[in-house]
């Protein structure tokens, strides 16, 4: 371009990471540190209070009765447990890879150049995206048997949670794509090289960097719609947590004790995906003062 | 200066280009010719299109009117030949754009390896050997952010030469530099000039001009306005806007 300002391109690479909020917000002064002191208190014994009100509502209930709580000291409900986490494991690994491949065949498809391809795949994402997982489930479940095809129940929850997944994995493998600055497809071409190569080995090593973090966030979505496996009767974590609800009429602390393990699973993702990032993120320097042109 | 070359094909020839930006016409019937072993200085107020002159001789912009030969024959308009094309047409940035992802040294044998297929052995061989030409051989196995911009100025300098090519086109190869990073970036490229490589030049580095340009040329509003040796384009400007220019550029 002919009217590129002298924007300058980093010099050496401090490589600091920034947190998003020094970016945001300057840093707060002595008034400012005061009222961030007296909310942050407020906020404390309000959530303080929350808790307090609930337990209570818990205790007058007779929720804390050893009824209730006994049962999760025998061994046999924890096995059972680990067989339904296994269960959501398995629905989870299979449908985030399912998404994932699916999800780049569909960005590549949107982005290949062909007409009719293009159009198709963009069809099939926007389907995808705004077809609830439910509803889907619903069509493997129901619909798809009535043609003959025989489904076991791990593919009835493993196939639409993929898909539904797979078309907003698509639109995030874009904007990944989009986000590579210009100038590395400028230098590419200008090697010679073709729009396969260069989506191949320049485009999408460096795009898949910038969004894992929001794959992540997408693999905790399909951990999380992996519980609608109770509707195909699939025994994931919250299939065998529903069998213990019924067994031991408990419905309150099985459900606690199933909502710590789902954060915690999450909450783990979350961990290898910033170890993930960590690994393979030495780009951003380089990134910045190029969009800055 | 004039190589004697004259009566040969150019290497590079631009006949009565157009291109538009939307409603802007950027390039207006443009006409130049670039012969074998000859450096071409363009220079020019910002927004001229002297950077989109540079970047429609490999088709990075295409255009809407004229004809681009390499070597006599129309540039291609795409796929492989385009491609093959410009395997052969070396190019510098303002802006480096080394691949961010990748070492130094797979930044230089990308090319070779890639489009030209050339054993990733010989190719790194030749790359290191690059890399030393241009003095940043050490850096070989660290990533472009880890480089001073000078450094991964050369570095894109060595990543062009490693395909090969018939002629270089610099696109404000010191604009986005620090200054004292520009000298050991133009010292590469008069190294290069002197080595007899042909070269397109757009820049407003006067003593490069000068020391190594066989010909400057001055692009204004889309147009070429002047055409002749430094010493007379800088000492002896025909137009009121080359005056403007070259006081605007000496002012500091």
Same mark, same amino acid.
């Given at each position: 371009m002919s009217a590129q300002d002298t924007g300058r391109a980093p010099g050496s690479a401090g490589l600091a990471p920034t947190a998003i909020r020094d970016v945001l917000f300057e840093a707060p002064g002595p008034r400012t540190r005061r009222l961030m002191r007296a909310c942050t208190v407020v906020g404390v014994i309000l959530v303080a209070a929350l808790v307090a009100v609930v337990l209570r509502q818990f205790y007058l209930k007779g929720q804390f009765s050893p009824r209730y709580w006994l049962f999760f000291t025998r061994s046999t409900t924890w096995a059972f447990l680990a067989n339904?986490?296994?269960?959501?494991?398995?629905?989870?690994?299979?449908?985030?890879?399912?998404?994932? /491949?699916?999800? &780049?065949?569909?960005?590549?498809?949107?982005?290949?150049?062909?007409?009719?391809?293009?159009?198709?795949?963009?069809?099939?994402?926007?389907?995808?995206?705004? *077809?609830?997982?439910?509803?889907?489930?619903?069509?493997?479940?129901?619909?798809?048997?009535?043609?003959?095809?025989?489904?076991?129940?791990?593919?009835?929850?493993?196939?639409?949670?993929?898909?539904?997944?797979?078309? *907003?994995?698509?639109?995030?493998?874009?904007?990944?794509?989009?986000?590579?600055?210009?100038?590395? /497809?400028?230098?590419?071409?200008?090697?010679?090289?073709?729009?396969?190569?260069?989506?191949?080995?320049?485009?999408?090593?460096?795009?898949?960097?910038?969004?894992?973090?929001?794959?992540?966030?997408? &693999?905790?979505? /399909?951990?999380?719609?992996?519980?609608?496996?109770?509707?195909?009767?699939?025994?994931?974590?919250?299939?065998?947590?529903?069998?213990?609800?019924?067994?031991?009429?408990?419905?309150?602390?099985?459900?606690?004790?199933?909502?710590?393990?789902?954060?915690?699973?999450?909450?783990?993702?979350?961990?290898?995906?910033?170890?993930?990032?960590?690994?393979?993120?030495?780009?951003?320097?380089?990134?910045?003062?190029?969009?800055?042109? | 200066m004039t190589p004697e070359t004259i009566e040969q094909t150019p290497v590079i020839e631009l006949r009565h280009v157009d291109k538009h930006f939307g409603d802007l016409h950027v390039l207006k019937d443009v006409s130049l010719a670039v012969h074998a072993g000859e450096v071409v200085v363009v220079v020019g107020p910002s927004g001229s299109g002297k950077s989109t002159l540079c970047r429609t001789i490999n088709r990075l912009e295409p255009i809407d009117g004229g004809q681009i030969l390499i070597e006599g024959t129309p540039l291609p308009q795409e796929g492989r030949a385009l491609a093959a094309m410009r395997a052969e047409i070396g190019m510098v940035f303002q802006s480096f754009n080394l691949f961010a992802h990748r070492t130094i040294l797979d930044n230089v044998t990308m090319g070779p390896v890639e489009v030209l297929g050339v054993p990733r052995k010989e190719a790194e061989r030749d790359a290191l050997e690059l890399l030393g030409r241009v003095g940043v051989r050490e850096q070989a196995a660290k990533v472009p952010a880890q480089l001073s911009g000078g450094q991964q100025q050369r570095v894109a300098i060595a990543r062009a030469l490693a395909m090969h090519p018939k002629v270089m086109l610099f696109d404000e190869p010191t604009s986005a530099l620090d200054p004292e990073m520009i000298n050991e970036v133009l010292e590469v490229m008069v190294g290069l000039a002197q080595g007899g490589m042909t070269m397109v030049v757009v820049t407003h580095e006067m003593g490069f001009a000068r020391r190594v340009g066989h010909r400057v040329v001055f692009m204004a509003d889309g147009q070429i306005l002047e055409e002749g040796t430094p010493e007379a384009f800088f000492t002896h400007p025909q137009t009121e806007r080359a005056r403007d220019f070259i006081d605007s550029i000496q002012g500091h």
């Open positions: 339904g986490f296994v269960g959501t494991l398995k629905v989870a690994a299979a449908s985030g890879i399912l998404s994932l /491949v699916l999800g &780049l065949v569909l960005m590549l498809g949107r982005t290949c150049g062909v007409r009719v391809v293009e159009v198709l795949s963009r069809v099939v994402i926007d389907f995808f995206r705004g *077809v609830p997982s439910l509803l889907l489930i619903y069509f493997f479940f129901l619909v798809v048997p009535q043609y003959g095809i025989k489904l076991q129940s791990f593919w009835m929850i493993t196939l639409p949670v993929g898909l539904a997944a797979s078309g *907003v994995l698509a639109e995030v493998f874009r904007a990944g794509v989009n986000a590579v600055p210009q100038g590395q /497809v400028d230098a590419a071409l200008s090697l010679g090289m073709s729009r396969g190569k260069i989506m191949a080995k320049i485009l999408l090593p460096q795009a898949i960097r910038f969004v894992i973090p929001t794959l992540v966030s997408q &693999l905790v979505v /399909v951990v999380k719609d992996t519980t609608l496996a109770y509707v195909v009767s699939y025994p994931d974590l919250m299939q065998d947590a529903r069998v213990l609800i019924n067994n031991y009429t408990a419905l309150v602390s099985v459900y606690l004790v199933v909502a710590v393990i789902y954060v915690v699973l999450n909450y783990l993702i979350n961990k290898l995906a910033a170890f993930i990032a960590a690994r393979s993120g030495v780009t951003l320097v380089t990134r910045a003062g190029e969009t800055s042109l | -």
